[in-house]
C-alpha cells in the first residue's frame, strides 16, 4: 500500500474518455443539471417574489422586498460555503457532503413550489444551507488528475463550459416554456427536476469516486450524515428568519467581513513577514475591486431582470435575457484563453491589478449605454430596445472574463500556504457580499432620488445607472493608474 493510500489521500484516475479521466464527464454532467437548478429559478426569482408574496403592497414596494430578499438569500448562498467547506473536509467526506448537498437542493425547490411566503423561505433557507455542502464539487474535479498532470487546467475549462451550459438553457426550460406559460411555481418544479437528474447520476457513480479516496468519505462513520441532517434541520427555520429581517442579514454579513480582515491583520502582524503582509495588502485591494464589480454586474438578477420586464421591446419573453451572459461565456471563453497567452508571447499581457481595471471599466460602461439609450434611443412607446440590454451584457461579460477566472488563480498565490482554503473561502464570502450591495443598489431604481423630483419609469434606472457609470469609471481609473504599485506589492507575481 502506498503512503498515499495510506494516509486516506485521493488517488487520481487512470481510466481515461476522450482525453480526459472517466469521472470527470461524469461531473460535469453533475455540473450541467445543478446549474440547470440554479440559474432556472434564479432567472425568474425577483419578479416571482414581487408577484406572488408582495402584490398588495404596491408595484413599487412588492419591487423592493422583492429586490431585498432575493438579495439576501443569494449573498447567504455565497456565505455558507465557508462552513460548508470545513463540513465536508472534516467530518462527511467531499462525496457524501455533494451527495448531500445535491438531494437537499432537490427538495429545498418543491418547498418553493409552495404557494405560502414561509414555505417559500423555507425552502429558499434549506438551498441556501445546502449550497454550503456543495463546495466539494469544485474539488472533485480536480482529484481525477495526479499532481502536475497538465490536463488538469483542461479539465477545470471544461467544468466552466459545463456551468455556463446549463445556465444557457434552462431560462428558455424553467422560466419561458414552463414558468411563464403554467405558472412560475411550475418552474421550480422544473428546476428541482433537473437537481434530481444530477443527484441521481452522482449517486450512481459516486462508488467508482469513492475508490479514488480511500477512507476519506467515512471520516467520522455513517452517523455524521444523520448529525449533519440534525444540524441542517435544527438551523433551517433561524435561517428563514434571517431570511425574513434583511437589515439584520446584512449587518451579519459585513460583520462576519470585518471579523475575517481582522483574522488576516492579526495574523499578518503575528507572522512579521514583509513580503506575505505585502501581499495581503494587495489581496485586499483587488477584493474591493471584485465586490464593487459583481455588485454592479449582479444587476442582472435583480433591477435588470425588472428593466427587461418592463422597459425593454423585445419580440421574447423578459427571462430570455438571462441566458445573455452563459451564452457569452460560452462564446468568449475559449478567445480569451487564447488571448492572454498570445499577448504574454509578445510582452503585452496585462498584468492582474490592470486586468481587474479593465473589468471595472467595461461594467461600467455596460450601464453607459443603458443610460444613453435611455436619453436618447427611446422608441415612440417609451420603452427601449433590446440590443441595448444585449449589449449591456456583453459588456459585463467581458469584463467578468478579464477578471474572475484571474483572481481564482492568484488568491492561492498570494495567500499563505497554510492560510490558502480561508482566504480561497473569503474570496467568494466577496461575491456574497457583493450581493447585499447588489440588493442595496437595486432598491434605489423604485426611489425618488431628489427630493422633489417626480422621476418615474426609465427615469429612475437612468439615475441610478448614471452612478453606476460614474463611480464604476472612476474606481476603475484608480486600479489602472495604481495597478505598477498593487503588482509591486504582489512580489513577483504578474
Known amino acids: 500500500m502506498s503512503n498515499a493510500v495510506a ?147 483542461g479539465g477545470y475549462t471544461l467544468f466552466y463550459l459545463a456551468i455556463n451550459l446549463g445556465g444557457f438553457v434552462t431560462p428558455f426550460i424553467c422560466a419561458d416554456l414552463i414558468g411563464h406559460r403554467y405558472g412560475y411555481r411550475w418552474g421550480f418544479v422544473a428546476a428541482a427536476a433537473g ?104 444587476q442582472g438578477v435583480t433591477s435588470l431582470n425588472f428593466l427587461a420586464r418592463d422597459h425593454v421591446d423585445a419580440p421574447f419573453d423578459f427571462s430570455w435575457f438571462q441566458s445573455a451572459n452563459p451564452l457569452y461565456i460560452l462564446i468568449l471563453a475559449p478567445l480569451l484563453a487564447l488571448l492572454w497567452p498570445w499577448l504574454e508571447r509578445r510582452g503585452r499581457d496585462p498584468s492582474t491589478p490592470r486586468k481587474f481595471g479593465i473589468g471595472l471599466l467595461l461594467v461600467a460602461l455596460s450601464y453607459g449605454v443603458l443610460v444613453y439609450t435611455i436619453g436618447h434611443l427611446q422608441h415612440a412607446d417609451g420603452r427601449i430596445g433590446w440590443w441595448s440590454l444585449a449589449l449591456c451584457y456583453l459588456l459585463q461579460t467581458l469584463g467578468e472574463l478579464a477578471l474572475m477566472p484571474i483572481g481564482y488563480a492568484l488568491v492561492g498565490q498570494l495567500a499563505a500556504p497554510e492560510e490558502a482554503s480561508l482566504a480561497m473561502g473569503g474570496w467568494f464570502f466577496g461575491v456574497a457580499l457583493a450581493y447585499q450591495l447588489a440588493g442595496w443598489i437595486a432598491t434605489l431604481t423604485i426611489q425618488v432620488p431628489t427630493a422633489g423630483s417626480a422621476l418615474t419609469g426609465l427615469a429612475d434606472y437612468a439615475h441610478v445607472y448614471g452612478r453606476l457609470f460614474g463611480w464604476g469609471t472612476a474606481v476603475a481609473l484608480v486600479f489602472l493608474l495604481t495597478a505598477p504599485w498593487i503588482r509591486r506589492l504582489m512580489h513577483g507575481l504578474h
Open 195 to 298: 437537481m434530481a437528474v444530477a443527484a441521481l447520476l452522482f449517486q450512481w457513480r459516486k462508488p467508482r469516486l469513492d475508490a479514488l479516496m480511500p477512507g476519506a468519505d467515512h471520516l467520522h462513520g455513517p452517523m455524521s450524515t444523520a448529525w449533519a441532517l440534525l444540524v441542517i434541520a435544527l438551523l433551517l427555520y433561524p435561517t428563514a428568519l434571517l431570511l425574513a429581517l434583511p437589515a439584520v442579514l446584512s449587518w451579519a454579513m459585513y460583520a462576519l467581513m470585518g471579523l475575517l480582515v481582522l483574522y488576516f491583520v492579526v495574523s499578518c502582524v503575528r507572522r512579521r513577514e514583509r513580503v506575505q503582509t505585502h501581499r495581503y495588502l494587495a489581496l485586499l485591494l483587488l477584493f474591493v475591486a471584485l465586490v464593487v464589480f459583481w455588485a454592479f454586474s449582479l
Open 7 to 153: 494516509a486516506g489521500q485521493p488517488q487520481p484516475s487512470t481510466d481515461d474518455r476522450w482525453g480526459h479521466p472517466r469521472q470527470l464527464w461524469m461531473l460535469l454532467g453533475v455540473t450541467v443539471g445543478l446549474n440547470f437548478a440554479f440559474y432556472g429559478f434564479r432567472a425568474f426569482l425577483a419578479p416571482y417574489i414581487a408577484q406572488s408574496f408582495y402584490g398588495h403592497l404596491g408595484a413599487a414596494e412588492a419591487q423592493r422586498q422583492a429586490y431585498l430578499l432575493t438579495s439576501g438569500f443569494l449573498a447567504l448562498m455565497y456565505a455558507t460555503p465557508i462552513i460548508g467547506g470545513y463540513v465536508a473536509d472534516k467530518i462527511l467526506g467531499e462525496t457524501r457532503a455533494l451527495a448531500i448537498s445535491l438531494w437537499l437542493g432537490m427538495l429545498s425547490l418543491l418547498l418553493m413550489a409552495l404557494p405560502s411566503l414561509f414555505g417559500f423561505e423555507l425552502g429558499l433557507a434549506l438551498f441556501a444551507l445546502a449550497a454550503g455542502l456543495g463546495i466539494p464539487l469544485t474539488v472533485l474535479v480536480g482529484r481525477n488528475y495526479p499532481a502536475g498532470d497538465s490536463r488538469r487546467e
